[in-house]
């Protein structure tokens, strides 16, 4: 048995402790919002928080997890995720969405560190998260407008 | 061009069917067959035999008691904003309330839901949604409109003419009368339905060409929206494929003992496309697969490697090829020319690489067969699926779900990955739900991919160094031989797909000859976003900037000369350059490249800035003017643009799918490079105001970005870049 906590939610589950943590939360758990894009830690469509940092979960495994506390884009709700997702949403960020949910977890993060980032430190926070819909310029204006900087 | 009929759906079906909430209007418009009908993309007419006559509805809206309103879209929402431009269509007409509209993706069934410019068939591509859809979805919107107004006046004892509608609430001023659409649904189904509705004029929108919020944006930020991988059913199982290591390689044999003695492994299956290993979830599948040993049969199995298929390209751009166009004298011309200048442009295979891989979801069971998929193809899918389960194609029930992009993969002429899923959950005989899934590994090496392709250009010219003659011959496979689309889509020999772009050369030159060679080789090959532009735009508008520069012009001043009477084109370039600061000086290791190109009755221009740093290719600043028509909503368009671009402009400088020895060399985005967000440029994107009616926005930036960065890093370097990606040397 696993003890995992993801969301603030404490849950056993009997699984391989190698299996990574990706598939825990979308096969195990149900939490599909986090997505599998490279499994080889590439592309970031698999980002979530653990202990607050940025992890892409594909290549991490759930046994690395014990005893930490998982954030899944289901269970962001700090000031900042939610000041994130609302920039995301009023600058329209999203096209065909699929990496997002990896994108606005590795904003968050960034935010976490730095109140105000530049736009050179905007891309090397977010360097490791593709998006083939290439939705950049306005995931660098969500991420400023987020930090109340003008756009 | 129209002759729609307009059925009510309501009384039919879902008055008596439906709960409660559901209940109340259902519209659709049919369209008369042939109505709007033209040559544009894939289509599907040789596939789906067409049935005079027999016209089922076509459902587009339900407004329910409960005042919501559900627009049922027939097109594939696969990040280009087709749920929301369907949406802002039947809304405008209907004077809805956009709070409370949604949209749901229709079933698979073309005689509701087909593509106006596809014949009989229903499916997403060559940036045809909203196109076909202008005038059938205001129809839908416009219809159920008057409808509830006639319920109005009825209750209320009124003149129709005196209703006003606005917002969703239906009212009348003189009698202060007001009721909101769920009030009136049920009443308004009641109502004869109006053969002949009167649409907006331009002026008259409320959110055409308004910055209407996405319909998709809120479930994608918050993480609930389903794409197939995310789909879960009771009993489901997940499925992997050990494929070919080469095409055209065989199953010998396999031992499956390795893979099933892996925790959580419960089948092993062979399928055409190869071995399935079947587990609980999709890391025991995949590990199982890694345990899984299959001994290959190679004998007929692809073996070139990139160059040797560039080098057969060359050799076979030496003699002519079938003639796509043939204008003038161009061999008399270029004879007689005082010199002639030629140049050879060639670009890779590319995979469409979207990040999702392919997957798909099949439960089959007595009543036919179930697919939840990011159904781009669903004609063309339901009919190949039936062929194999040996139903028919009403039987395969297809649930289109969001699409975690495609750039054209998902519309596979083949069917090719829903059949491997389809064969897994047939051979496991037992009904269970299967979700296969390719790993990124797989969706790089499996196939499907945008040709390579090689084109020689000759220019003649004249004494004052000016054009005489055009002369490119393409050599590259064809997309559209082997499919369901080859009648329409190969003419005389040549594939449009594969000279459109140069074919309809908009330059103004008295001789002007395009041939094409399609050798035939056992890469699988697609369609990939825009199609034959992706190559022709890049050597035509490079080579273009050749003539520019041996005519002693400036590369725009240049091609406004040639561009007279085609005032679209003109439209973009100007408007490009005058927002880039054309003329304004750069500095040193700097340049700034133009290119214009029309695809998918789409017209885009772009400026592209760029520095040149110790190898480096910098692309800075991208200033886009597109004209599409009327635009129906500008920051889709504008998003469109952005990312379109970037798309090509991954292609442009890192993107490259290579064969050694008939083995793909990439196989993750650590080797298939695609764009990241710092090498994204700033974007600006500006919208020519039009009074046509609106065409396609997902295609059309991506082609012009090669041409438009390769011109600058010329003007930046002075060397000619002709091969993509670009690489500086
Ligand atoms: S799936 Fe984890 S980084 Fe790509
Ligand atoms: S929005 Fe499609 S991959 Fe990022």
């Keep these: 048995?696993?003890?995992?906590?993801?969301?603030?939610?404490?849950?056993?589950?009997?699984?391989?402790?190698?299996?990574?943590?990706?598939?825990?939360?979308?096969?195990?758990?149900?939490?599909?919002?986090?997505?599998?894009?490279?499994?080889?830690?590439?592309?970031?469509?698999?980002?979530?928080?653990?202990?607050?940092?940025?992890?892409?979960?594909?290549?991490?495994?759930?046994?690395?997890?014990?005893?930490?506390?998982?954030?899944?884009?289901?269970?962001?709700?700090?000031?900042?995720?939610?000041?994130?997702?609302?920039?995301?949403?009023?600058?329209?960020?999203?096209?065909?969405?699929?990496?997002?949910?990896?994108?606005?977890?590795?904003?968050?993060?960034?935010?976490?560190?730095?109140?105000?980032?530049?736009?050179?430190?905007?891309?090397?926070?977010?360097?490791?998260?593709?998006?083939?819909?290439?939705?950049y310029v306005r995931i660098r204006a969500a991420i400023k407008a987020a930090s109340k900087q003008p756009v | 061009m129209k002759t729609d009929r307009i059925v009510n759906l309501s009384r039919r079906r879902f008055l008596t069917e439906s709960v409660a909430a559901a209940a109340g209007l259902t519209l659709g418009v049919l369209p008369i067959a042939g109505a709007g009908m033209r040559e544009s993309g894939p289509g599907l007419a040789g596939s789906v035999p067409a049935e005079a006559g027999d016209f089922q509805p076509n459902a587009f809206?339900?407004?329910?008691?409960?005042?919501?309103?559900?627009?049922?879209?027939?097109?594939?929402?696969?990040?280009?904003?087709?749920?929301?431009?369907?949406?802002?269509?039947?809304?405008?007409?209907?004077?809805?309330?956009?709070?409370?509209?949604?949209?749901?993706?229709?079933?698979?069934?073309?005689?509701?839901?087909?593509?106006?410019f596809w014949g009989e068939a229903q499916g997403t591509g060559g940036s045809t949604a909203i196109a076909n859809s202008w005038t059938q979805m205001r129809k839908a919107g416009a219809a159920?409109?008057?409808?509830?107004?006639?319920?109005?006046?009825?209750?209320?004892?009124?003149?129709?003419?005196?209703?006003?509608?606005?917002?969703?609430?239906?009212?009348?001023?003189?009698?202060?009368?007001?009721?909101?659409?769920?009030?009136?649904?049920?009443?308004?189904?009641?109502?004869?339905?109006?053969?002949?509705?009167?649409?907006?004029?331009?002026?008259?929108?409320?959110?055409?060409?308004?910055?209407?919020?996405?319909?998709?944006?809120?479930?994608?930020?918050?993480?609930?929206?389903?794409?197939?991988?995310?789909?879960?059913?009771?009993?489901?199982?997940?499925?992997v494929v050990a494929h070919p290591p080469r095409f055209g390689a065989k199953v010998r044999s396999f031992d499956a003992a390795g893979a099933k003695a892996m925790p959580g492994v419960k089948h092993v299956v062979q399928i055409p496309a190869g071995v399935a290993v079947v587990a609980g979830d999709y890391w025991s599948a995949k590990r199982g697969r890694d345990a899984l040993q299959v001994e290959w049969d190679e004998s007929n199995a692809f073996s070139m490697s990139s160059k040797q298929i560039l080098e057969q390209y060359r050799a076979l751009a030496k003699g002519p090829g079938t003639v796509g166009r043939n204008q003038g004298d161009t061999a008399g011309a270029l004879a007689k020319a005082a010199k002639v200048m030629e140049a050879e442009y060639s670009v890779p295979y590319l995979a469409h690489a979207p990040m999702e891989p392919m997957d798909c979801v099949v439960r089959i069971d007595a009543s036919g067969c179930e697919i939840w998929n990011g159904e781009q193809m669903n004609t063309g899918d339901q009919h190949a699926v039936a062929g194999v389960l040996g139903i028919k194609p009403e039987q395969v029930r297809i649930n289109m779900l969001y699409a975690g992009g495609s750039f054209g993969r998902r519309a596979n002429p083949k069917a090719d990955y829903v059949l491997e899923a389809v064969h897994i959950a047939k051979a496991l005989k037992s009904g269970v739900p299967v979700k296969m899934i390719w790993s990124r590994e797989d969706d790089m090496r499996a196939g499907f991919y945008r040709p390579l392709y090689l084109h020689r250009l000759r220019a003649g010219l004249n004494d004052d160094n000016q054009p005489t003659a055009w002369q490119q011959r393409i050599v590259g496979q064809s997309i559209m031989a082997g499919t369901a689309f080859e009648s329409m889509m190969i003419k005389e020999g040549v594939d449009q797909t594969s000279v459109e772009g140069a074919a309809n050369l908009p330059y103004t030159l008295d001789n002007i000859q395009i041939d094409l060679h399609s050798p035939r080789l056992q890469v699988p090959v697609q369609w990939w976003r825009s199609v034959g532009s992706t190559h022709t735009a890049?050597?035509?508008?490079?080579?273009?900037?050749?003539?520019?520069?041996?005519?002693?012009?400036?590369?725009?001043?240049?091609?406004?000369?040639?561009?007279?009477?085609?005032?679209?084109?003109?439209?973009?370039?100007?408007?490009?350059?005058?927002?880039?600061?054309?003329?304004?000086?750069?500095?040193?290791?700097?340049?700034?490249?133009?290119?214009?190109?029309?695809?998918?009755?789409?017209?885009?221009?772009?400026?592209?800035?760029?520095?040149?740093?110790?190898?480096?290719?910098?692309?800075?600043?991208?200033?886009?003017?597109?004209?599409?028509?009327i635009p129906i909503n500008p920051d889709v368009i504008e998003a469109q643009m952005q990312g379109g671009m970037g798309y090509g402009l991954a292609a442009t400088l890192a993107s490259e799918l290579t064969f050694k020895d008939g083995r793909v060399e990439q196989s993750n985005f650590h080797d298939y490079l695609s764009l990241r967000i710092d090498q994204m440029p700033e974007v600006e994107v500006y919208i020519v105001p039009s009074t046509e009616p609106p065409t396609g926005v997902g295609e059309p930036a991506t082609p012009v970005i090669a041409p438009a960065v390769a011109n600058a890093v010329y003007a930046a370097t002075g060397q000619r870049l002709r091969q993509l990606p670009l690489r500086v040397v």
């Design chain 1, 1 to 135: 048995m696993i003890q995992l906590n993801v969301n603030g939610t404490t849950r056993s589950l009997d699984i391989d402790p190698e299996m990574p943590l990706l598939w825990v939360l979308r096969e195990y758990i149900g939490l599909t919002g986090t997505k599998f894009g490279c499994g080889i830690a590439q592309c970031g469509s698999c980002t979530v928080h653990i202990d607050g940092e940025p992890v892409r979960s594909c290549s991490t495994p759930v046994s690395a997890v014990i005893g930490k506390h998982v954030t899944t884009i289901e269970g962001l709700n700090s000031p900042t995720g939610k000041a994130v997702q609302a920039a995301w949403r009023d600058l329209e960020v999203v096209q065909c969405g699929y990496c997002q949910s990896g994108q606005i977890m590795s904003a968050v993060a960034l935010l976490a560190h730095k109140e105000r980032p530049t736009d050179a430190e905007i891309d090397a926070a977010m360097q490791g998260n593709l998006c083939r819909c290439a939705t």
């Design chain 2, 144 to 239: 159920a409109r008057q409808m509830l107004v006639e319920a109005a006046a009825e209750r209320w004892q009124v003149k129709p003419a005196e209703i006003d509608v606005k917002a969703g609430v239906v009212s009348h001023a003189a009698s202060g009368k007001k009721a909101r659409f769920g009030e009136l649904a049920d009443a308004a189904a009641e109502q004869p339905v109006p053969q002949d509705v009167l649409l907006k004029d331009q002026d008259e929108f409320r959110l055409i060409g308004k910055r209407m919020p996405r319909k998709d944006s809120p479930e994608k930020i918050d993480g609930s929206a389903k794409f197939t991988i995310d789909v879960r059913l009771p009993n489901m199982v997940t499925a």
């Design chain 2, 61 to 116: 809206l339900r407004i329910g008691r409960d005042n919501s309103i559900t627009v049922i879209s027939k097109h594939l929402e696969m990040g280009q904003g087709t749920y929301t431009g369907m949406a802002t269509l039947v809304a405008e007409e209907l004077d809805a309330d956009w709070e409370q509209v949604r949209v749901e993706g229709a079933p698979a069934d073309a005689a509701r839901y087909r593509n106006l």
């Design chain 2, 538 to 629: 890049f050597a035509v508008e490079c080579f273009v900037d050749e003539l520019a520069e041996a005519a002693g012009k400036d590369p725009v001043a240049f091609r406004r000369s040639y561009l007279k009477g085609h005032p679209r084109h003109l439209g973009v370039l100007n408007l490009a350059v005058e927002k880039a600061g054309w003329s304004e000086p750069m500095g040193p290791g700097r340049g700034r490249g133009v290119a214009v190109h029309e695809s998918f009755n789409s017209y885009v221009a772009q400026v592209a800035e760029v520095t040149v740093r110790r190898g480096v290719i910098y692309v800075e600043r991208v200033v886009i003017a597109v004209d599409c028509g």
